[in-house]
């Protein structure tokens, strides 16, 4: 079983996949953040760093897929490779931070992995609202991270939006953020509710 957890900068990703993995006894895969040797030097700045971030972010992606279609384990996956391309890359191009032929090469170095992985059983969305994802960036207090724009956010809000409504890969959940506390035992009882009822329906 491979769940993975999409949503923007400071939805709750990580406190979910956390969750998740100690209550279903699921193994779980965290994104690269910290040990990312770009993503400080890409907020200084973006159009310089653009094209190089997210080919790590790519690169890193598609080994963590074959590492869990190879293990056998029901893993919980902090962030889709779908979300590097559709929401981040694609962001960074529409807002001229990333040139015609780096996107290119990008996309197509993209379409050339993807056609050799399967789609996650369950997507889980947490869709989150500018002012729940600005609390939940400044509650971790990384450094890095203090100088995301409003503008960025909702434009990755939107980005998410639209590529949500359109996913045709595979089951998927939408979990409102706003209106949950993950760490709150009542909430997190529900979330795991839907997902149980989720996880039901594909078999």
Not at 43 to 57: A, E, T
Not at 94 to 119: I, K, P, V, W
Request: aromatic letters at 12%.
């Amino acid at each position: 079983m491979h769940i993975a957890i999409a949503g923007n900068i400071g939805s709750g990703k990580t406190t979910l996949t956390s969750l998740l993995s100690k209550h279903f006894g699921w193994k779980p895969h965290y994104e690269e953040v910290d040990n990312n040797p770009y993503l400080s030097s890409f907020y200084d700045d973006m159009q310089r760093w653009s094209f190089n971030l997210q080919i790590y972010f790519l690169n890193s992606r598609f080994k963590q897929i074959l590492e869990i279609r190879n293990s056998g384990e029901n893993v919980v996956q902090d962030r889709t490779i779908y979300e590097d391309a559709y929401i981040f890359a694609s962001n960074l191009y529409d807002m001229g931070l990333m040139s015609d032929r780096d996107y290119n090469n990008y996309r197509s170095l993209f379409e050339l992995m993807t056609s050799y992985m399967q789609a996650p059983d369950l997507l889980i969305y947490l869709r989150a609202s500018i002012p729940t994802l600005v609390r939940q960036i400044a509650k971790r207090n990384r450094v890095y991270e203090q100088s995301i724009r409003l503008d960025y956010l909702k434009s990755l809000n939107d980005k998410y939006e639209t590529w949500i409504a359109n996913y045709d890969k595979g089951k998927v959940l939408i979990i409102d953020s706003d209106d949950i506390e993950l760490e709150n035992p009542e909430d997190l009882s529900k979330v795991i509710d839907k997902i149980n009822a989720s996880l039901n329906g594909l078999f």
